[in-house]
Each structure stands twice: as structure tokens, then as C-alpha cells.
């Protein structure tokens, strides 16, 4: 399997060789730590040891039932938002369907006009939908789920139900409703939180519909893990990349942007973002992460870039093969484009990419990930090598990875505004009503 690898390139020279490594012996205890985990984060670590919710017997679990699905469905819609459809959307949006399923995204935003379109999509189709939500009180799934439940129940009457699978907290007010309503349940683990689930049922179960192999994107993140627990403090990509992170923040930077050059990787960046802004960004610190879809970006922001205050510095991924070519051809039109003929689109987009990193990193640090292909391996070894960073980075930054208490604050105003009951309890809602029905639907 090829693997991802890492470089600095600085020809500003913010970084010395020296600063770098004497801070990777400084913080060698913490990547020791990071390795196994902290047992004062050993509730939210599931992600950790790639076996837990992606080895062979999960990842056959995953694989039946979206075999199940894939025989019926002509859509599939996702309902959920941030940590609980990011990963799925970012590997199908890279990689694309295979088969009769068309994978539709609902549940992540507020619009009316959005989830008008949604429907309108899967008029005369035959639709499964897959609910997602760790904590069942999100308004955007919530929402979305009883809209999808209306047009469902309109389309199939009482058999509507074999065709909803919701990914719940066991125990939870969602596990409650499948058993009351027949819904299949299917478990969002309890020691993840929403933004490292990739390798688990939340991102590799929609995958799966979608015809990804999730045993490639699992094989993937096992090799990272492998590596990165084999790897000693003074060789360890991981620490090298957070500790360049932090002594950039310290010397002013407030700003990191993931650039790319292959627009395939935009789900991906999103993904990346929320990672690193909700885990990082708490207690008056912190980088705000952002992306550039470039070469689109550089008509754009380019110029600050260049020329503006330093504030950002950039982290390249560096697709090494895209799997894909268009070879231009003379036409005989004199457009004065004819110093590319019979050059590849992808050779202009490598010319381009060397010029943009060169000519940033003489005015910033940039770092340079290096990605073999567009394939669920290097998927599997980017996620798993971003989460372990995340957490590695958090810790050297001195904040707790896992939390995210500032995403309350607006909710509690939007909740109040919409008059919504905070205090009624999950019992009183249903209570002794469920009783002891099981869930139904799907069975395999």
C-alpha cells in the first residue's frame, strides 16, 4: 500500500530545522501518550484502535446491510449534519456512486428552499433514508427526518418503515422511536464523538450504499495506525505536523488553510475544517481552519494571499495521481492557447500547483501532504492520520480535543426564540408507551 507522506516547505525560513526537531523531543511524552490514549479521554476514543468499529466484523455488518439496501433503493438519503454525514459525503463526492443508488444529502441545513428540492428529487423513485444523530435535540436532522417521514409515509403507507434506518445513541430517544415505530436501529457509538466517526458505522454505512469499499478505507486506516505507533518521536510524521502547527500559531499565524488542486477533495476540506475548528478552537485559542479550492480560489483570494497581512500559512494536499486525463488538441481556432497543445489537463494543473506552492512558501510555511491517489486506502490513511494529529495538536496546544461548548451558545437563543419546552425529559415523551417492542425493518 502507498502511503501518504509529509514535507515543510519554507523558503521564508520561519521554521528551522533546530526549532522543529527540539520541540519534537520536548513533546515526545505526549505522542507516547496519543498512541494508546489518555484515560482521561477514554470515553471518547472508539476511533482510536481502527478494530473497534471498523474491523472485519463490523465492516462485514456494514457491507450486508447495505447490500440490503442497495437491492431495493434507487435513493438514499442521508439525513444529518457536521460530524454525522461529512465523512460519507467527502469519500462519495471524491469517488463517486457505483451501481443503481444515488446517495441524496438532507438534514443539513434550515432552508426551505433545500429541502423542498430534496423531495422534489425523489418523486416516482424508490427511497430508503438513513437518519444519523448522535444527540436526537439537532434541529436540522429533526426537521428533516419528520419531512422525509411525511413524504415516506404518503409513498408507502405502514410499509414505509422497513425502508428507515437510524443511526442512534443506544438508550437514546431515537432508539425509543425505532421500537415504536418499527424503524431499523443501528448503533452511533457511544465513545466517539461526531466529528471522528469516519470509521465507524455514522460514515462507513452510507459509504457502503454507495458502492465505496469501506474494507479498503478500513485496511487504509490500519495501516496509518500502524504506522504511526511504529514510528519513534524523532520520525513521527504526526508530532512533526502538530508541532510545526503550534510554533506557527505561536509566532502569529492565527489562520491554517488546507489547499488542494483537485476539486474532488472540496467535501473533504469541510471535513478537515470541522475537525480542526471544533476540537482546537476553544478557551480564547486556537487556529480557524479554512480551505482553498484552487485553482478556482486563486482568481479569488489569491492576492492576499501573496501580498496580504501573514496570518495564514497553508497545508498542500499534493494528489500524486488522479486517475483521470484530457489531452488538448489543436482545433485550428486561433485562441493563442496553443503553446498547451497536446498537453494534458492534468500536467497544467501539476504546472500549477508547483508554481502556487513555490510562490506561497516564499511568503509563508507551507506544508505539503503527499497523496498517492483518489482511493478509499489513502481516504482511510488521510482520516485517521488528521484525527490522531487533531488530538496530538489539542494536547500541545493545552485544550481538550473532544469537547465543543461553544456550539451550545446559539442553540439555547434559536430554542428559546422557536419556544421549544427544555424541560420536558425524554420519559415523559414517550415513557412506558415503547415498552419492550424491538426495532424492525430491514433484516438480513
Given at each position: 500500500?502507498?502511503?501518504?507522506?509529509?514535507?515543510?516547505?519554507d523558503?521564508?525560513?520561519?521554521?528551522?530545522?533546530?526549532?522543529?526537531?527540539?520541540?519534537?523531543?520536548?513533546?515526545?511524552?505526549y505522542?507516547?501518550?496519543?498512541?494508546?490514549?489518555?484515560?482521561?479521554?477514554?470515553?471518547?476514543?472508539?476511533?482510536l484502535?481502527?478494530?473497534?468499529?471498523?474491523?472485519e466484523?463490523?465492516?462485514?455488518?456494514?457491507?450486508k446491510?447495505?447490500?440490503?439496501?442497495?437491492?431495493?433503493?434507487?435513493?438514499?438519503?442521508?439525513?444529518?449534519?457536521?460530524?454525522?454525514?461529512?465523512?460519507?459525503?467527502?469519500?462519495?463526492?471524491?469517488?463517486?456512486?457505483?451501481?443503481p443508488?444515488?446517495?441524496?444529502?438532507?438534514?443539513?441545513?434550515?432552508?426551505?428552499?433545500?429541502?423542498?428540492?430534496?423531495l422534489?428529487?425523489l418523486?416516482?423513485?424508490?427511497?430508503?433514508?438513513?437518519?444519523?444523530?448522535?444527540?436526537?435535540?439537532?434541529?436540522?436532522?429533526?426537521?428533516?427526518?419528520?419531512?422525509?417521514?411525511?413524504?415516506?409515509?404518503?409513498?408507502?403507507?405502514?410499509?414505509?418503515?422497513?425502508?428507515?434506518i437510524?443511526?442512534?445513541?443506544?438508550?437514546?430517544?431515537?432508539?425509543?422511536?425505532?421500537?415504536?415505530?418499527?424503524?431499523y436501529?443501528?448503533?452511533?457509538?457511544?465513545?466517539i464523538?461526531?466529528?471522528?466517526?469516519?470509521?465507524?458505522?455514522?460514515?462507513?454505512?452510507?459509504?457502503?450504499?454507495?458502492?465505496?469499499?469501506?474494507?479498503?478505507?478500513?485496511?487504509?486506516?490500519?495501516?496509518?495506525?500502524?504506522?504511526?505507533?511504529?514510528?519513534?518521536?524523532?520520525?513521527?510524521?504526526?508530532l512533526?505536523?502538530?508541532?510545526?502547527?503550534?510554533?506557527?500559531?505561536?509566532?502569529?499565524?492565527?489562520?491554517?488553510?488546507?489547499?488542494?488542486?483537485?476539486?474532488?477533495?472540496f467535501?473533504?476540506a469541510k471535513?478537515?475544517?470541522?475537525?480542526?475548528?471544533?476540537?482546537?478552537?476553544k478557551d480564547?485559542?486556537?487556529?480557524?481552519?479554512?480551505?482553498?479550492?484552487?485553482?478556482?480560489?486563486?482568481?479569488?483570494?489569491?492576492?492576499?494571499?501573496?501580498?496580504?497581512?501573514?496570518i495564514?500559512?497553508?497545508?498542500?494536499l499534493?494528489?500524486?495521481?488522479?486517475?483521470?486525463?484530457?489531452?488538448?488538441?489543436?482545433?485550428?481556432v486561433?485562441?493563442?492557447?496553443d503553446?498547451?497543445?497536446?498537453?494534458?489537463?492534468?500536467?497544467?494543473n501539476?504546472a500549477a500547483?508547483e508554481?502556487?506552492?513555490?510562490?506561497?512558501?516564499?511568503?509563508?510555511?507551507?506544508?505539503?501532504?503527499?497523496?498517492?491517489?483518489?482511493?478509499?486506502?489513502t481516504?482511510?490513511?488521510?482520516?485517521?492520520?488528521?484525527e490522531?494529529?487533531?488530538?496530538?495538536?489539542?494536547?500541545?496546544?493545552?485544550?481538550?480535543?473532544?469537547?465543543?461548548?461553544?456550539?451550545?451558545?446559539?442553540?439555547q437563543?434559536?430554542?428559546?426564540?422557536?419556544?421549544?419546552?427544555?424541560?420536558?425529559?425524554?420519559?415523559?415523551?414517550?415513557?412506558?408507551?415503547?415498552g419492550?417492542?424491538?426495532?424492525?425493518?430491514?433484516s438480513?
Amino acid at each position: 500500500m502507498k502511503e501518504i507522506s509529509m514535507e515543510l516547505i519554507d523558503g521564508s525560513s520561519w521554521l528551522t530545522p533546530e526549532e522543529i526537531t527540539g520541540k519534537m523531543e520536548e513533546y515526545a511524552s505526549y505522542l507516547d501518550e496519543v498512541k494508546y490514549g489518555e484515560e482521561q479521554y477514554e470515553e471518547n476514543l472508539g476511533w482510536l484502535d481502527v478494530e473497534e468499529w471498523a474491523g472485519e466484523k463490523w465492516i462485514t455488518y456494514y457491507q450486508k446491510l447495505a447490500a440490503d439496501v442497495r437491492k431495493n433503493a434507487d435513493v438514499f438519503v442521508v439525513i444529518g449534519i457536521g460530524g454525522s454525514n461529512q465523512a460519507a459525503r467527502a469519500v462519495v463526492d471524491a469517488i463517486g456512486e457505483t451501481g443503481p443508488v444515488t446517495i441524496v444529502w438532507a438534514g443539513n441545513s434550515i432552508s426551505a428552499d433545500s429541502i423542498r428540492n430534496v423531495l422534489q428529487e425523489l418523486k416516482g423513485k424508490s427511497v430508503y433514508i438513513n437518519l444519523i444523530a448522535k444527540n436526537f435535540e439537532t434541529l436540522e436532522p429533526g426537521i428533516g427526518f419528520r419531512a422525509l417521514r411525511s413524504f415516506m409515509k404518503k409513498e408507502y403507507g405502514e410499509e414505509y418503515a422497513k425502508r428507515v434506518i437510524c443511526t442512534g445513541t443506544e438508550g437514546s430517544h431515537l432508539e425509543k422511536l425505532c421500537k415504536m415505530n418499527g424503524f431499523y436501529f443501528l448503533p452511533f457509538p457511544v465513545n466517539i464523538g461526531g466529528r471522528f466517526t469516519a470509521l465507524s458505522p455514522v460514515g462507513l454505512f452510507p459509504m457502503a450504499v454507495a458502492g465505496i469499499d469501506i474494507g479498503a478505507i478500513a485496511a487504509g486506516a490500519q495501516c496509518m495506525r500502524q504506522r504511526l505507533l511504529k514510528e519513534s518521536a524523532s520520525e513521527s510524521m504526526a508530532l512533526k505536523y502538530a508541532v510545526i502547527r503550534n510554533l506557527l500559531y505561536q509566532k502569529g499565524f492565527g489562520m491554517e488553510m488546507l489547499s488542494y488542486f483537485e476539486p474532488r477533495y472540496f467535501r473533504f476540506a469541510k471535513w478537515w475544517m470541522q475537525l480542526f475548528g471544533e476540537s482546537e478552537g476553544k478557551d480564547n485559542k486556537g487556529l480557524y481552519p479554512l480551505f482553498g479550492n484552487f485553482s478556482e480560489d486563486l482568481h479569488s483570494i489569491g492576492q492576499f494571499l501573496q501580498d496580504g497581512s501573514n496570518i495564514i500559512f497553508e497545508t498542500f494536499l499534493d494528489i500524486q495521481n488522479t486517475g483521470a486525463s484530457y489531452v488538448l488538441h489543436n482545433d485550428n481556432v486561433d485562441d493563442l492557447f496553443d503553446y498547451l497543445d497536446g498537453k494534458d489537463f492534468d500536467e497544467i494543473n501539476r504546472a500549477a500547483f508547483e508554481a502556487t506552492i513555490t510562490a506561497h512558501s516564499k511568503k509563508f510555511p507551507c506544508v505539503k501532504i503527499s497523496v498517492p491517489a483518489v482511493d478509499e486506502e489513502t481516504f482511510g490513511q488521510l482520516f485517521y492520520f488528521f484525527e490522531f494529529v487533531c488530538y496530538l495538536s489539542a494536547k500541545i496546544l493545552g485544550v481538550n480535543p473532544f469537547d465543543q461548548p461553544g456550539v451550545e451558545a446559539y442553540k439555547q437563543h434559536m430554542f428559546q426564540a422557536l419556544g421549544k419546552n427544555r424541560q420536558r425529559t425524554q420519559a415523559n415523551s414517550y415513557g412506558a408507551a415503547v415498552g419492550d417492542r424491538s426495532a424492525g425493518g430491514i433484516s438480513f
